[in-house]
């Protein structure tokens, strides 16, 4: 393996990635020791995104890039019956898809990455997920270049569309955003049901919400970034909706000290109740006394105060 651009592949493969000889037939999970003597072979690592892929079906696909001006890919292999081609760019930052990664980091690369897909003149319903195998004979494999390019660089030369098609957000990396933006336009209502409730339920619903929306997909998700995404957004919706339902508690109780001065007592007494119980039930969920005072917009030692009654 003396090629750059292969030992580069090779070795950002998953473990046991997706690969087939015949698509007909589904694909297999295999070592990649194994994989890379299949036809086609899964690119990139579940959450982890190291390239673009783009399948264009005419006879002169290999050269689709140079036709729009575009940047030298890192690698194109092509059917040589036919020329049909995948066209393979190298990303400079790998994109994280896991609970760790950026929502906004994830939409910008989906627009580059329909942008290049329309300037390709790509299949759109290609799911990015599998790719022509550069290690297979069967393939007419060109090495253009060893070069990776940031998403900055690669927008440079695209028309960013404002908004994905329907497809577009049922595929590749629109899937990542359709399901977060799905699920937390729910989650932003749903969460009231569960205030006073336990964090761990909560996580539980939003997960069974994104596995029923991922359904829908042509090519679901898979687990791992299902996952990911509903712990971004339950984690999101928890921790805000604790600052939400606060300030709301401050507003009632600013209003019955106005409406009724000799309330006042109760009021304030009724507040560090309700905040008294939710520093219980945060410090319960594992929570630090400094996340919960932040939550709270009370003093860490105030916290600490209350946790010893």
């Known amino acids: ?29 295999r070592p990649k020791k194994t994989a890379i003597n299949m036809q086609y072979i899964q690119g ?13 079906d005419r006879s ?7 036709d729009e001006n575009l940047p030298m890919p890192y690698w194109t292999a092509q059917t040589q019956k036919n ?14 898809t896991s609970e760790f990664g950026s929502q906004k980091a994830i939409a910008y690369a989906s627009k580059v990455q329909a942008g290049l897909a329309n300037k390709l003149g790509a299949d759109v319903g290609y799911s990015h997920l599998i790719t022509k195998n550069p290690f297979h004979k069967d393939w007419r494999v060109t090495f253009w270049s060893e070069q990776a390019y940031t998403l900055d660089y690669l ?18 990396l629109g899937r990542n955003c359709t399901l977060f933006d799905t699920v937390r336009k ?11 409730g336990i964090y761990s339920n909560w996580l539980d619903e939003v997960i069974k919400h994104c596995i029923s929306v991922n359904e829908a997909f042509l090519e ?7 996952k990911a995404t509903a712990k971004s957004i339950a984690t999101y919706c928890w921790k805000k909706d604790a600052y939400c339902y606060q300030e709301f508690i401050d507003r009632q109780s600013c209003k019955g000290k106005l409406s009724n001065s000799s309330n006042g007592g109760k009021a304030r007494s009724a507040k560090y109740e309700v905040l008294r119980a939710k520093a219980l039930e945060l410090h319960l969920q594992g929570y630090t006394n400094t996340d919960i005072s932040k939550f709270l917009s009370v003093s860490r030692r105030t916290i600490i105060n209350w946790l010893k009654l």
């Open 60 to 66: 002169d696909a290999v050269m689709a890039w140079h």
């Open 44 to 56: 990139n690592q579940p959450c982890m995104l190291h390239y673009f892929f783009f399948d264009i």
């Open 186 to 196: 729910w989650a932003y209502k749903a969460i009231r049901a569960h205030r006073g």
């Open 1 to 29: 393996m003396n090629n750059a651009q292969l030992s580069d592949f090779f070795e950002n493969l998953a473990h046991k990635p997706y690969c087939a000889d015949e698509l007909l037939y589904g694909l297999q999970i």
């Open 155 to 172: 927008a440079d030369f695209l028309d960013l569309p404002k908004k994905l098609s329907k497809k577009q957000g049922v595929l590749g």
């Open 220 to 226: 679901p998700l898979p687990y791992s970034e299902v």
């Open 83 to 96: 020329g049909h081609a995948h066209i393979c760019y190298k990303l400079e930052i790998p994109l994280c």
